[in-house]
């Protein structure tokens, strides 16, 4: 080893990542108007899609420049769920977006392939027996990790994203027992999903409704969904990035999500 | 038999389009007593309260009794032609498009000898019906064909001016899950519109109509979210030009009280949509319309509003969606302002409570989507620029007009 070698893990990383060796992949959508998000029937309160209204546009409202007022629900686009957005979670301390500990901002990955599955089917639901037969080729999920499920749904758009009937969505999930045992037996930092939601399309149908939710939320682990290449990751090895915005008692965030690869 | 007009040849793209011209617009106080009626499309003049003579055109005093008591009220509308003029040459801009023109002095069958505009077939001696219109500057005119005989005045250029026919015409509905849509297509197609292009919002979510729609022929539906800046300009970069009639449909109706917290997000929600929705059409669509209003047969000619009555008193309720129509109306004023000159018609429709699943706890009388279709399509076939559609709107006008407060305590009951 020469003097000029880097030594510190964040200086092996930085040259790592100047090399290429260590490649950054984004796993976010655009955030932009006409995505499909969470339907709830109509009487209900609804979540805000994403809205980008011009404040100038180098124009007479603003000769030089260009910005634009944007709104949206939190729960929009690529977003993570904390804690404190389902009831179960709603008396944990630090449940919310802006208490989040930052040092589980920063967390690795292990991705379980469910495309083929989720192809054939749209209501495939994920099982622990399922999850097993990963660990036996992969090794155990270690604790803190994030469990992201590729079903490769990001590829598509529209109207067979969303894919919704007279029965509602109809999209890939984990089943309830998974939700519990990745919670119980693998106390995993949450769950990602290429989905609108962590839950299954069918998910409310389940026992106890919406598994997802349930579990992650009420032991205080989050939810990342809307996800997009997935495919684009290792079995185990990726290290997430995934920041939430900074909203006072927020239930969410829209986020840059991105991963960090090694080839 | 009638002999519906051909559809008019494309555009000449090395002919500078048509820029929109007036007829004179000047008329006293008096003369906006028949605006009303006109807008309308009721036949109604000046009228001694105390003689009962009928004066046209119209004056600050009878000119039987000299009494200053006058009402505009509604008049038979029949008369014989004792001769015609045919204009052949005019020294206004807006009437050499036009010349030759007939104008014929008629004897109503109501008391006055008036000059009006006539049909072409109009000759002396024969029965003619006449109507108060309103002209390309929006003021009121009259216009008379023969009583009988073709009852549609579609071949005399001069009834085109007045009136805003979808015939030929291509039309925009601007939220097609609004249950008016699919009839207002099916009346707009029936009627001759040689487009119809349909909005959908967040085609994402199934919509059970689309087939219906598509079905109808001549009918495209394409993306429009009228919450959506980026939508509406999209949008309007592909059709903005090709928009003769533009239908603002939109629906958002929710019940809710002002105690509610709830109310906030849907007023938000419902003023996006209605309000903020016809703010985004206007900015992206009004410019090209406007500039189109005398674009050859083919021109722009029509913006609809469709209304609740309840723009004009909060319904107990919804007070949510009531406001949002106000707003609306309060936009379809001043589109009206802005559009003057234009001759493009801005047409509010008034319906009272209409057959909706929002609003099936309310018993009937409720107005059918598809009679609020045919209305609209009747009101610019007319060229009006205000309708009331159905027994409940129709009351609500005549009580409203009245006594407001009257109806406002009755509301309450309800």
């Excluded at chain 1, 995505?35 to 805000?48: A, D, F, K, R, Y």
């Excluded at chain 2, 079905?215 to 090709?242: F, P």
């Excluded at chain 2, 004009?312 to 802005?338: D, K, M």
Aim: proline share 8%.
């Amino acid at each position: 080893m020469t003097m000029n070698e880097p030594t510190s893990p964040i200086a092996l990383m930085t040259a790592a990542l100047a090399s290429g060796k260590v490649r950054v992949v984004d796993l976010t959508q655009t955030l932009e108007p006409g995505g499909p998000t969470i339907v709830m029937p109509p009487e209900l309160g609804q979540s805000w899609p994403v809205r980008i209204e011009p404040i100038s546009r180098y124009d007479d409202s603003g000769p030089a420049w260009y910005w634009n007022n944007i709104s949206f629900g939190e729960h929009t686009g690529t977003h993570l769920d904390a804690p404190i957005h389902w009831i179960t979670g709603r008396y944990l301390p630090h449940n919310s977006v802006d208490t989040m500990p930052t040092s589980l901002m920063v967390a690795p990955a292990c991705v379980i392939d469910c495309s083929a599955e989720s192809a054939t089917d749209a209501d495939f639901l994920v099982t622990v027996d399922f999850v097993e037969k990963w660990e036996a080729q992969h090794g155990r999920i270690p604790p803190g990790s994030w469990v992201l499920l590729r079903t490769d749904w990001s590829l598509k758009r529209g109207a067979a994203y969303a894919n919704l009937d007279d029965t509602g969505a109809h999209t890939p999930g984990p089943d309830a027992e998974l939700m519990r045992w990745l919670v119980e037996e693998r106390d995993v930092l949450g769950v990602g999903t290429e989905t609108i939601g962590t839950d299954a399309g069918q998910g409310g149908h389940l026992d106890p409704p919406y598994p997802a939710h349930h579990y992650l939320h009420g032991a205080g682990k989050y939810g990342l969904q809307c996800l997009a290449k997935l495919d684009a990751l290792p079995a185990k090895g990726a290290l997430i990035i995934a920041a939430p915005l900074k909203i006072r008692e927020g239930s969410g965030s829209p986020l840059r999500v991105i991963a960090l690869v090694e080839d | 038999m009638i002999v519906q007009r051909q559809r008019p040849p494309r555009k000449n793209p090395l002919q500078r389009t048509a820029a929109p011209l007036q007829p004179p617009a000047r008329r006293s106080r008096a003369a906006q007593g028949l605006t009303r009626a006109a807008a309308q499309g009721q036949f109604a003049l000046h009228t001694c309260q105390a003689c009962q003579a009928v004066s046209y055109p119209p004056r600050d005093a009878c000119p039987k009794c000299l009494s200053e008591n006058l009402i505009v009220a509604p008049v038979p509308n029949g008369g014989t032609i004792l001769s015609v003029t045919t204009i052949q040459i005019s020294g206004e801009p807006y009437f050499r498009r036009l010349v030759p023109a007939r104008q014929a002095l008629i004897a109503l069958d109501c008391g006055p000898t008036i000059v009006a505009e006539v049909r072409p077939d109009c000759a002396a001696g024969i029965r003619v019906r006449a109507s108060l219109q309103l002209d390309k500057a929006g003021q009121p005119v009259i216009y008379a064909r023969p009583e009988h005989g073709d009852a549609n005045s579609d071949s005399d250029p001069h009834w085109r001016e007045l009136v805003a026919d979808p015939l030929h015409r291509r039309c925009l509905i601007t939220d097609g899950r609004n249950p008016v849509a699919l009839p207002l297509a099916k009346a707009l197609l029936a009627a001759g519109a040689a487009k119809v292009v349909v909005g959908i919002s967040e085609r994402w979510k199934p919509f059970a109509e689309a087939a219906k729609l598509e079905a109808l022929g001549s009918v495209e539906l394409v993306d429009l979210d009228l919450a959506d800046d980026q939508s509406v300009s999209a949008l309007a970069s592909d059709y903005g030009a090709k928009t003769d009639i533009l239908l603002h449909t939109a629906l958002h109706l929710r019940p809710g009280s002002v105690f509610s917290g709830a109310e906030l997000l849907k007023a938000r929600d419902a003023m996006e949509v209605s309000y903020f929705g016809a703010l985004r059409l206007a900015h992206h669509f009004g410019p090209v319309m406007r500039s189109r209003g005398a674009d050859r047969d083919n021109s722009a000619a029509a913006w609809v509003n469709l209304l609740s009555i309840f723009a004009h008193l909060s319904w107990p309720g919804f007070a949510a969606y009531s406001a949002t129509q106000a707003a609306s109306l309060s936009f379809s004023q001043a589109l009206r302002a802005e559009m003057r000159g234009s001759g493009v018609r801005v047409l509010d429709v008034f319906t009272g409570p209409m057959e909706i699943d929002w609003l099936e706890h309310l018993p009937p009388p409720k107005v059918q989507p598809s009679a609020v279709a045919n209305e609209i399509v009747a009101a610019l076939k007319g060229g009006e620029e205000e309708r009331w559609v159905g027994d409940v709107a129709k009351d609500f006008r005549e009580r409203f007009t009245a006594n407001p407060k009257e109806i406002e305590r009755d509301l309450w009951q309800q």
